[in-house]
């Protein structure tokens, strides 16, 4: 919920809270592929499995920004095309995306390549978690 650029909070509570940010689907696949699949560009998201429609892509990539979860940076390339990175904010969330996976394979039945791409995250969550964090971290601090 947004009033003038700002997210409004329903509660104090933590997950209300977080919710508010990044509560839908898109949001999370967004980070998601960012994180995992190093998307960065607004086709590269319209190219994912989930088949996001232009104009939700559109208003998730703004509401991400305007809550520093990503941030929109020129490419280098084409001023026609538009780079997103991720933000200190946003690879906080890599614990909670590993253990949301792991709640969704206890559950669910995964493709082989997701469950191939977390294969060293169950293997050791911490140290995969620590290793992605580094870097996720050491991207940031790159593209400085």
């Not at 990175?85 to 394979?105: G, M, N, Q, Y």
């Amino acid at each position: 919920m947004k009033k003038n650029n700002k997210t409004i909070k329903r509660s104090g509570c933590p997950i209300s809270c977080s919710l508010d940010i990044f509560g839908d689907k898109w949001s999370l696949l967004i980070i998601r592929d960012m994180m995992f699949f190093q998307k960065s560009t607004y086709g590269d998201f319209q190219k994912s499995e989930e088949k996001i429609a232009t104009n939700i892509l559109a208003s998730r990539l703004q509401s991400l920004e305007e809550n520093g979860l990503i941030e929109r940076l020129e490419h280098p390339e084409s001023k026609a095309k538009v780079l997103y990175k991720l933000t200190a904010k946003s690879i906080d969330l890599l614990p909670i995306i590993v253990e949301i996976h792991f709640w969704a394979e206890k559950y669910f039945d995964l493709t082989a390549e997701i469950k191939t791409m977390m294969k060293n995250a169950k293997k050791d969550k911490n140290e995969f978690v620590k290793i992605m964090m580094k870097q996720l971290k050491k991207q940031l601090q790159k593209e400085k």
